[in-house]
């Protein structure tokens, strides 16, 4: 296929959300047709649509609209398939969006669920969907003359919402503006453009004698800006408008399908139905199978150096916890400080004290750097690498020659150092990693904070390096403290494991907290026993399938269970961290096991793997 805009210009267009707008016989059609014919000619997927022909003048009518155009995109992508080759549920969705079937959500997603479909399909991140909409403000525009504009730019917020980095190619689409109006139409990742902006669409007016207009006139430095209101009468005034004031001429809405098409989805609600039997013994078979295992004692052969493994009622005397009262309060501050219904994020910042009197630490670049130099000259060391652009945290890692000494990263012990002044934590930090590039056996991680945080400094370490670290960093005593209140500590160093799932300790601490929040109704009612009994109990199965602690915990492994309960008992005195705690284990294979079971059969299982 020629191209008339240089194929170089075309390729830019790739994952840019742009709205051309301009006069009619701007070039606008041409531009859209060009890119989509470049992209298709080049394998990616295209979703065209074409909203010239909108003739609206309430919101049903809109909703209608979009059923129709969304039911010929399905259809061109659903169609070819005879014998299903996707899940029962993608074809089952597909089939409400081409018979007009499918609710005003299941619409509003209609777009975002086709662009996964194509993502989840190709598996490439070269090839992705292109979206094209011809004049997308079209509805903007009836919209705002027959007073529902909110509610159509509510539909194209939802509509719209596609992430172009992760899913889509990018949306390019078209609106209609007059020569002398700039005018910003407020869609969704999507920014809007005028022809006489942008310099080959302009080249090309200029070639074809299309008149677009002259440069808008300036106002404080800023282009003069039009509500989409002032665009719509400009538009009803430059434009015929087809259909009377009333819009009874408006298309037919109705969606049309011939006999072959029927028949093919027929075919598909047929072999849908089959499925969803299928899919339901299986359903049945798989439940009768997990009672079983949740039912299932965990067999102690002494494997896992834990008195709460296997653990099934959290039982715990308040009265002999000297600790229950000062935890109970903290966590009764925070309730207050954020309420029930606040989210787990929330929950982690407050405890981490983020975005309190925020403060930038300086110079982590030129210390990471510094220490990365001196780690490649050691040949002691296979491989280092920094982090420099991460915005909260620098980053250094550390891999040995000795391939023997290398264990996995489930097997390293995390500790947390906390300064009492911010301003010690980088010197804290330089040394620290300093000794174990030098002094360390195994492989090891760390980073510092790049803002001010409690949780300013973690490091990774093999249970072999742990011990000779702590020694060395007993000289820095007087200068740390401990403020994570759901951590344990052994000394000044808090203790804990990266999870199996790569969050952190303060992470799921944090979801615990909100979903406990949002358990009880008052302050009153706070208690940190109840919560970690909570977690127990839906870790074990022991709450509804509806319950919120089931939903957030049931399917959490055995790594998060031991870490957490184990770290609760430290919390209320009972024990200290000894050299034979499970939190300061060195076992890899232990800790995988634990990592893989989601419950006391799993475990039993994976223990005799490992």
Same mark, same amino acid.
């Not at 399905?74 to 299903?84: H, I």
């Not at 549920?89 to 081409?98: S, V, Y």
């Not at 849908?272 to 049945?284: F, H, S, Y």
């Given at each position: 296929?020629?191209?008339?805009?240089?194929?170089?210009?075309?390729?830019?267009?790739?994952?840019?959300?742009?709205?051309?707008?301009?006069?009619?016989?701007?070039?606008?059609?041409?531009?859209?047709?060009?890119?989509?014919?470049?992209?298709?000619?080049?394998?990616?997927?295209?979703?065209?649509?074409?909203?010239?022909?909108?003739?609206?003048?309430?919101?049903?009518?809109?909703?209608?609209?979009?059923?129709?155009?969304?039911?010929?995109?399905?259809?061109?992508?659903?169609?070819?398939?005879?014998?299903?080759?996707?899940?029962?549920?993608?074809?089952?969705?597909?089939?409400?969006?081409?018979?007009?079937?499918?609710?005003?959500?299941?619409?509003?997603?209609?777009?975002?669920?086709?662009?996964?479909?194509?993502?989840?399909?190709?598996?490439?991140?070269?090839?992705?969907?292109?979206?094209?909409?011809?004049?997308?403000?079209?509805?903007?525009?009836? &919209?705002?003359?027959?007073?529902?504009?909110?509610?159509?730019?509510?539909?194209?917020?939802?509509?719209?919402?596609?992430?172009?980095?992760?899913?889509?190619?990018?949306?390019?689409?078209?609106?209609?503006?007059?020569?002398?109006?700039?005018?910003?139409?407020?869609?969704?990742?999507?920014?809007?453009?005028?022809?006489?902006?942008?310099?080959?669409?302009?080249?090309?007016?200029?070639?074809?004698?299309?008149?677009?207009?002259?440069? *808008?006139?300036?106002?404080?430095?800023?282009?003069?800006?039009?509500?989409?209101?002032?665009?719509?009468?400009?538009?009803?005034?430059?434009?015929?408008?087809?259909?009377?004031?009333?819009?009874? &001429?408006?298309?037919?809405?109705?969606?049309?399908?011939?006999?072959?098409?029927?028949?093919?989805?027929?075919?598909?609600? &047929?072999?849908?139905?089959?499925?969803?039997?299928?899919?339901?013994?299986?359903?049945?078979?798989?439940?009768?199978?997990?009672?079983?295992?949740?039912?299932?004692?965990?067999?102690?052969?002494?494997?896992?150096?834990?008195?709460?493994?296997?653990?099934?009622?959290?039982?715990?005397?308040?009265?002999?916890?000297?600790?229950?009262?000062?935890?109970?309060?903290?966590?009764?501050?925070?309730?207050? *400080?954020?309420?029930?219904?606040?989210?787990?994020?929330?929950?982690?910042?407050?405890?981490?004290?983020?975005?309190?009197?925020?403060?930038?630490?300086?110079?982590?670049?030129?210390?990471?750097?510094?220490?990365?130099?001196?780690?490649?000259?050691?040949?002691?060391?296979?491989?280092?690498?920094?982090?420099?652009?991460?915005?909260?945290?620098?980053?250094?890692?550390?891999?040995?020659?000795?391939?023997?000494?290398?264990?996995?990263?489930?097997?390293?012990?995390?500790?947390?150092?906390?300064?009492?002044?911010?301003?010690?934590?980088?010197?804290?930090?330089?040394?620290?990693?300093?000794?174990?590039?030098?002094?360390?056996?195994?492989?090891?991680?760390?980073?510092?904070?790049?803002?001010?945080?409690?949780?300013?400094?973690?490091?990774?370490?093999?249970?072999?390096?742990?011990?000779?670290?702590?020694?060395?960093?007993?000289?820095?005593?007087?200068?740390?403290?401990?403020?994570?209140?759901?951590?344990?500590?052994?000394?000044?160093?808090?203790?804990?494991?990266?999870?199996?799932?790569?969050?952190?300790?303060?992470?799921?601490? *944090?979801?615990?907290?909100?979903?406990?929040?949002?358990?009880?109704?008052?302050?009153?009612?706070?208690?940190?026993?109840?919560?970690?009994?909570?977690?127990?109990?839906?870790?074990?199965?022991?709450?509804?399938?509806?319950?919120?602690?089931?939903?957030?915990?049931?399917?959490?492994?055995?790594?998060?269970?031991?870490?957490?309960?184990?770290?609760?008992?430290?919390?209320?005195?009972?024990?200290?961290?000894?050299?034979?705690?499970?939190?300061?284990?060195?076992?890899?294979?232990?800790?995988?096991?634990?990592?893989?079971?989601?419950?006391?059969?799993?475990?039993?299982?994976?223990?005799?793997?490992?």
């Amino acid at each position: 296929m020629n191209h008339i805009f240089d194929k170089d210009y075309l390729q830019s267009l790739y994952c840019q959300c742009v709205n051309l707008c301009g006069p009619r016989k701007s070039g606008k059609t041409t531009w859209l047709n060009e890119a989509r014919g470049y992209y298709s000619d080049n394998g990616h997927p295209v979703i065209y649509m074409d909203f010239s022909d909108c003739r609206i003048n309430n919101y049903e009518k809109f909703v209608l609209y979009i059923k129709k155009k969304m039911s010929k995109v399905y259809l061109d992508v659903f169609k070819c398939f005879d014998k299903p080759t996707v899940y029962y549920q993608t074809i089952e969705h597909a089939l409400k969006i081409i018979t007009g079937e499918c609710n005003e959500e299941e619409l509003r997603e209609s777009l975002q669920f086709i662009v996964n479909y194509y993502r989840g399909r190709l598996q490439q991140r070269d090839k992705r969907a292109m979206i094209f909409i011809d004049e997308i403000s079209k509805p903007l525009l009836y &919209a705002a003359k027959y007073d529902f504009l909110e509610d159509v730019y509510d539909f194209y917020d939802d509509f719209l919402d596609i992430d172009h980095y992760e899913l889509s190619g990018g949306i390019l689409t078209t609106s209609f503006l007059p020569a002398e109006v700039e005018c910003q139409f407020y869609l969704k990742y999507i920014s809007s453009k005028h022809v006489r902006n942008v310099k080959p669409i302009a080249d090309y007016c200029v070639n074809e004698g299309i008149n677009i207009g002259v440069e *808008a006139e300036m106002d404080m430095g800023w282009y003069r800006t039009y509500a989409v209101t002032e665009s719509m009468k400009k538009y009803f005034q430059t434009i015929l408008v087809l259909s009377d004031e009333n819009g009874s &001429a408006s298309p037919d809405y109705d969606i049309a399908l011939d006999d072959e098409t029927k028949a093919h989805i027929a075919r598909m609600r &047929a072999w849908v139905a089959e499925e969803k039997m299928l899919e339901a013994e299986r359903k049945r078979i798989a439940k009768e199978k997990e009672i079983a295992e949740y039912a299932t004692l965990y067999e102690d052969n002494g494997q896992v150096p834990s008195s709460f493994v296997g653990l099934r009622n959290l039982d715990i005397n308040v009265e002999v916890c000297p600790k229950y009262e000062a935890i109970n309060n903290i966590l009764k501050e925070a309730y207050k *400080a954020l309420g029930r219904d606040t989210h787990f994020s929330g929950v982690y910042d407050y405890f981490q004290k983020l975005g309190q009197d925020e403060e930038i630490i300086e110079g982590v670049n030129k210390v990471l750097c510094e220490l990365k130099e001196k780690a490649d000259a050691l040949e002691t060391i296979k491989s280092c690498n920094i982090s420099l652009h991460d915005v909260y945290w620098g980053r250094f890692d550390v891999q040995r020659t000795d391939e023997k000494r290398n264990v996995s990263d489930l097997a390293l012990i995390k500790m947390y150092l906390s300064a009492k002044d911010i301003s010690d934590a980088l010197a804290i930090f330089y040394d620290a990693v300093e000794f174990m590039i030098e002094e360390g056996r195994g492989l090891f991680h760390a980073k510092v904070t790049r803002i001010s945080r409690d949780d300013q400094i973690c490091m990774w370490v093999t249970r072999e390096d742990f011990f000779v670290l702590e020694k060395y960093l007993k000289k820095y005593e007087d200068l740390l403290h401990r403020p994570l209140q759901f951590i344990p500590y052994r000394g000044s160093i808090g203790i804990s494991r990266e999870f199996y799932d790569w969050t952190s300790h303060n992470g799921v601490q *944090a979801q615990l907290i909100s979903t406990y929040f949002s358990s009880v109704d008052s302050v009153e009612k706070i208690d940190v026993v109840d919560m970690y009994s909570k977690y127990v109990k839906a870790w074990n199965g022991e709450f509804p399938e509806g319950d919120v602690f089931t939903r957030k915990f049931k399917e959490s492994n055995a790594q998060e269970f031991i870490i957490l309960i184990e770290s609760f008992s430290l919390l209320f005195g009972k024990t200290i961290i000894d050299d034979n705690n499970i939190l300061l284990n060195g076992d890899g294979k232990l800790w995988h096991a634990l990592g893989c079971s989601n419950n006391w059969y799993q475990l039993n299982k994976n223990l005799q793997i490992a």
